[in-house]
């Protein structure tokens, strides 16, 4: 017991007190014990603490040796132990404040508490006479500032039960005095000099003093803050002091040698040193630790320390000490029952541990995942929807998943879920509804019309040679553009489980000339995570004209958006800052399974890495880094004909077929690994040659071609690797029995956040920004970015930016433009109005006139992960699985494949106003079963499912709806040649051909114009 503990503060005042000259012992019992740390326990501290000494600096183990040759006289109990014992006793340290925990440390009373481990012996406590430890008390103040327990007693009443201790201490001038001079500065709880205050005996005859010395530690942090502006330095010096090297303190025994001037039971009296000089019996070494190890502080906490656990021949001495007897058996069983931890004294000391770190498990902040979410349209008006892929790799959907019971095309949702992380960076929890509370808001808009056209990506050298990027919809007055163009329905907010359908939920206010247009509704899942759902794909003219190019319809809106999602968060009352996420609304995936050889994914990580802002691996995974390539380019073999031809199964380059042989580090498989990756596409090497992999365009394309950007190349950061790859310096981690994670759950919990950024993003586009599928050129700038993957939200305070009638490529990229902080809206803008009309375009084998190659509707391509150009149809995969059939049928079937876009008229513009109308009726390329029978056949495939245009009339069987790109204002004798040369060439005579003009392919001006 040191000083008094905090006032009681229950309104029923405390209960009646024995008398401190009668029972101190008994009243400072139930001062410290029942009103002190009962209260605290009764207000909800946990764990709780000692009612004295409980602000912790930290806990050390340790060891206290004697010299072999100790006097004969000084050999007595614990010493003659530690002598006899090799390498002493084992010893573990407690290093405290009399304070609370969240006050400074400045100038406070030091205690640090010994215990000691080995001792022989029966013990005075009471319930602990067996056990073989032994305790010693320490303050860094040489004198008690009372004399005795009614001293003690009432001067803790006084604190306690009064509430007046400044008269206490106005009457006693000595206790005031020594508090005050107890107020001392200490640089560190290893420099401290200790005494235990009171006597205690040594032997049946002889009393003294116990003194801790220090001998020497290592020096202090010369980093470290200044202990008037940091509250917790001791245990900062401490924990550095320990890590660096370790500490020592000399034991020394003060005996009595003057009964009267060295009393026995008037403890604020000092016993000189120069009437008895310490003598020093033994050293107790802390050795180099890490004190914040795991469990260590917990086990020092749970220590009892206690004067009287120790041999008959250390017994304490005086009044105080008697009253200790009591009081600190009852707080030490009171607090040990409270949390749970075992009243009985430890065995054998805690050896030394190298345990893994303690896992920081306190939330400082949270981030919402994934951070740039992907919903589509579909124009079911049912309840369906499936969700966006929550994994990289996640097992196909049952047949017929994409379409509602009326054969519409459902909405792919996209779901939120909110990590917390500790102040390491790490994820410790999702937070649900089930452990937080969550209140999700979001704000999406559509600005494509009050934007700039679409001409070409705009930070590349061909944007030189393209048409001014002029706004959209240029006779709509400037002070009347956002109202009439900017579809802005404002904020949603949600909160709670399972919430839908309410009309508070829906972005059904925002107007298009007036007229209001549906982006969306908010949904919660059975936690509380968020489900988003974007519009239903309707898009129209707001005066009634057709759709006449493939990006820039003025007048027309369509019903996809984009915005920021951001959620308020408090974990038991306490707010928790969140990072918000991105929501997209992106054109259908009629190809859900599939992704492109470059990703969105791959592409951002690619600028992160290049930046500096994210790590290239150190090691190349095949798995992880080429075999996501590799197969790329072989299951676009279901949605393009001539791909298929190369990459498909039992094609010229299956590369599948040769996973064993890829995989392989080994030098005998060098060259088959060069030779693939010299195939894939080097502006550098190849120029503008269309035979480089992979057989896609890019955003330079231009019939006819004028730039290395015709056709896309791989990311930097995916051509090095294959190319260490290609070396042999990689990891051959490939196990062909492997099943990657089906849902998140599966997923170990650390890469739980990343695996949603992730997957969002591989299943978006990076093939040709023309302008792009999901999202286009702008994504690859680092800029855009608050952190790797994640949208840079602008001040909503500051004002959308004018740039002018034309968005010029300086503009574009200037400082501060619109590559900088987003708004809603400002991901989307980029792309085409509407999205139908780019989509229908974005097919493959440009012909562009007669006598100007060979004709081959089927390479290059655009977008055919998501835009299939040729699929194997449902009347020929039944071909392919009738094993009554001759062999050859079905080989051929199998070979056979349909152009998707064949239910939709031929001419040009007649095709893009029906896709506006009807794509929601087109088939999507979904997993089935294949045949068993023939290894010639493979045993699964991909199948146009779930066309549901009506059955008759049917387009030509070998429909191909070949277009021929003629020149805007070329000779009409020239448009007739390309048409019979086209229908000449053609393999089917039921094979449908046009001539005309097709501006997605006419980007650029001839050099020199």
């Known amino acids: 017991m040191t000083r008094t503990p905090e006032p009681f503060d229950d309104a029923a005042g405390p209960p009646p007190l024995p008398g401190c000259a009668e029972d101190p012992a008994g009243a400072l019992k139930q001062m410290f014990v029942d009103l002190t740390q009962g209260a605290r326990t009764a207000r909800g501290q946990d764990p709780v603490k000692r009612p004295v000494f409980l602000k912790p600096h930290g806990v050390a183990r340790g060891a206290l040796t004697v010299a072999e040759d100790l006097p004969a006289d000084l050999r007595v109990g614990f010493l003659e132990a530690a002598r006899t014992r090799p390498g002493g006793l084992d010893a573990w340290v407690r290093f405290s404040s009399d304070t609370v925990p969240g006050s400074p440390d400045l100038r406070t009373t030091l205690g640090i508490g010994v215990k000691l481990f080995g001792v022989p012996g029966q013990k005075l406590l009471e319930g602990y006479a067996e056990a073989g430890t032994q305790d010693l008390l320490l303050q860094n103040h040489d004198v008690f500032f009372v004399d005795t327990a009614q001293d003690m007693c009432e001067f803790t009443r006084a604190g306690v039960v009064d509430g007046d201790v400044d008269r206490y201490l106005a009457a006693h001038p000595v206790t005031a005095e020594i508090l005050a001079a107890m107020a001392a500065f200490e640089a560190s709880a290893l420099t401290a000099a200790y005494w235990s205050v009171l006597p205690y005996a040594f032997g049946p005859d002889r009393f003294v003093k116990y003194k801790l010395v220090p001998a020497g530690c290592e020096p202090a942090d010369p980093g470290a803050t200044p202990p008037d502006e940091d509250p917790g330095y001791l245990a900062a010096d401490l924990a550095h002091r320990l890590a660096a090297g370790p500490a020592a303190f000399d034991l020394m025994l003060q005996f009595r040698t003057d009964a009267e001037a060295m009393p026995l039971d008037r403890a604020t009296v000092r016993w000189e040193e120069s009437a008895s000089p310490p003598v020093r019996v033994a050293r107790l070494t802390l050795p180099q630790q890490d004190v914040s190890a795991r469990g260590q502080a917990a086990y020092g906490e749970n220590l009892a320390f206690n004067p009287w656990h120790c041999l008959a021949e250390h017994r304490p001495v005086g009044s105080i000490s008697d009253a200790r007897r009591t009081v600190y058996p009852a707080s030490a069983e009171q607090r040990r029952d409270v949390n749970g931890v075992p009243t009985a004294e430890p065995g054998p000391a805690r050896p030394q541990l190298t345990p893994p770190p303690a896992r920081d498990t306190r939330i400082v902040r949270a981030a919402v995942h994934p951070a740039i979410g992907i919903a589509r349209v579909g124009d079911s008006t049912m309840d369906d929807f499936v969700l966006a892929p929550e994994v990289d790799d996640p097992p196909p959907l049952p047949v017929g998943s994409y379409k509602d019971v009326t054969g519409a095309l459902k909405r792919q949702a996209v779901r939120f879920r909110v990590y917390g992380y500790n102040a390491a960076g790490e994820p410790v929890a999702e937070l649900t509804a089930d452990n937080a509370d969550l209140r999700w808001k979001v704000h999406v808009v559509n600005s494509k019309a009050a934007w700039y056209q679409f001409q070409i990506a705009l930070d590349i050298p061909e944007a030189a040679q393209a048409d001014p990027s002029n706004l959209r919809n240029p006779t709509v007055p400037a002070d009347r553009r956002k109202d009439l163009l900017v579809i802005d329905p404002g904020p949603r907010w949600v909160r709670g489980r399972n919430r839908s359908g309410r009309p508070e939920y829906a972005f059904d206010t925002g107007t298009f000339m007036g007229e209001p247009v549906y982006l969306g509704e908010l949904r919660t899942d059975d936690s509380g995570r968020l489900v988003f759902l974007g519009g239903r794909g309707a898009s129209a003219s707001a005066d009634g004209k057709p759709a006449d190019t493939f990006a820039n319809n003025d007048g027309w809106h369509d019903d996809v958006s984009d915005g920021p999602v951001t959620a308020e968060v408090s974990i038991g009352g306490r707010p928790i800052p969140v990072e918000p996420a991105w929501v997209v609304t992106a054109p259908p995936s009629y190809a859900p399974e599939l992704t492109s050889v470059r990703t969105m994914y791959d592409l951002v990580r690619d600028a992160f890495v290049t930046e500096g802002r994210l790590p290239e691996p150190a090691k190349v995974s ?12 072989c ?127 591989s299943f978006c586009l990076a093939d040709a920004f023309h302008p792009g599928c999901e999202l286009t050129w702008p994504m690859r700038h680092t800029t855009m970015y608050s952190a790797p993957f994640r949208i840079r939200p602008r001040d909503p305070d500051k004002p959308d930016p004018s740039y002018g009638p034309t968005l010029t490529p300086e503009l574009a990229l200037s400082f501060d433009g619109p590559l900088y902080g987003q708004a809603p809206g400002d991901l989307t803008r980029w792309m085409a109005v509407p999205w139908q009309t780019d989509t229908a375009s974005c097919r493959a084998g440009y012909e562009y006139g007669s006598g100007l190659g060979p004709y081959d509707p089927y390479l290059p391509t655009f977008w055919p992960a998501r835009v299939p150009n040729h699929v194997l149809a449902e009347e020929d995969y039944e071909v392919v699985l009738d094993t009554a059939r001759p062999l050859a049928d079905r080989l051929a079937a199998f070979g056979r494949r349909r152009t998707w876009l064949r239910w939709l008229p031929a001419p040009y513009l007649e095709n893009i106003n029906a896709m506006v109308r009807d794509f929601g009726k087109l088939g999507v390329v979904e997993r089935r079963p294949g045949p068993t029978d023939d290894p010639r056949l493979p045993s699964e495939v991909l199948v146009e499912s779930e066309v549901t245009f009506p059955r008759e009339p049917a387009p030509p069987a070998g429909r191909s709806l070949v277009t021929v790109h003629v020149d805007a204002g070329a000779d009409p004798v020239l448009g007739a040649a390309a048409l019979a040369s086209a229908a000449t060439l053609a393999e089917a005579p039921d094979e449908e051909v046009s001539v005309g003009f097709i501006d997605k392919v006419k980007r650029l001006r001839p050099p020199g114009r």
Do not use: C
Request: no cysteine; net charge negative; glycine share 4%.
């Open 622 to 633: 095949f798995t992880r880094d080429v075999l996501p390539v590799l197969r790329a380019l």
């Open 635 to 761: 299951e676009l073999q279901w949605v393009n004909k001539g791909l298929a031809v190369q990459f498909g199964f039992d094609g010229r380059e299956d590369l599948l077929a040769r996973l064993d042989d890829l995989s392989d580090p080994s030098p005998a498989r060098r060259e088959l690994r060069r030779q693939a990756w010299l195939a894939v596409r080097d502006y550098d090497r190849d120029g503008m040659s269309p035979v480089p992999w992979p057989a896609v365009y890019g955003d330079a394309m231009n019939i006819p071609p004028q730039s290395v950007r015709q056709h896309v190349t791989l990311s930097a950061l995916q051509r090095r690797l294959l190319q260490r790859w290609a070396d042999g310096d990689f990891t051959d981690d490939y196990d062909p029995h492997a099943t990657p994670p089906a849902t998140l759950d599966d997923v170990p919990f650390a890469d739980r956040p990343a695996t949603l950024d992730r997957a969002a993003l």
